[in-house]
């Protein structure tokens, strides 16, 4: 049996990624749920022209 301490990483050092990246997902749904909110009962904007 290996007892190498590398073998297996703590479960602490993947927590400030996990919570970064659930920060990431929460600001990215509080920005979509505010856009819907707002275009809600609106009739859809016409393409813009190409330029």
Same mark, same amino acid.
């Given at each position: 049996?290996?007892?190498?301490?590398?073998?297996?990483?703590?479960? #602490?050092?993947?927590?400030?990624? /996990? %919570?970064?990246?659930?920060?990431?997902?929460?600001?990215? *749904?509080? #920005?979509?749920?505010?856009?819907? /909110? %707002?275009?809600?009962?609106?009739?859809?904007?016409?393409? *813009?022209?190409?330029?």
């Amino acid at each position: 049996m290996d007892s190498s301490p590398c073998r297996r990483a703590p479960a #602490v050092l993947f927590l400030p990624p /996990l %919570r970064a990246a659930l920060g990431a997902m929460l600001v990215l *749904a509080g #920005v979509a749920v505010a856009d819907h /909110l %707002r275009s809600r009962g609106r009739p859809p904007q016409d393409p *813009a022209p190409p330029t």
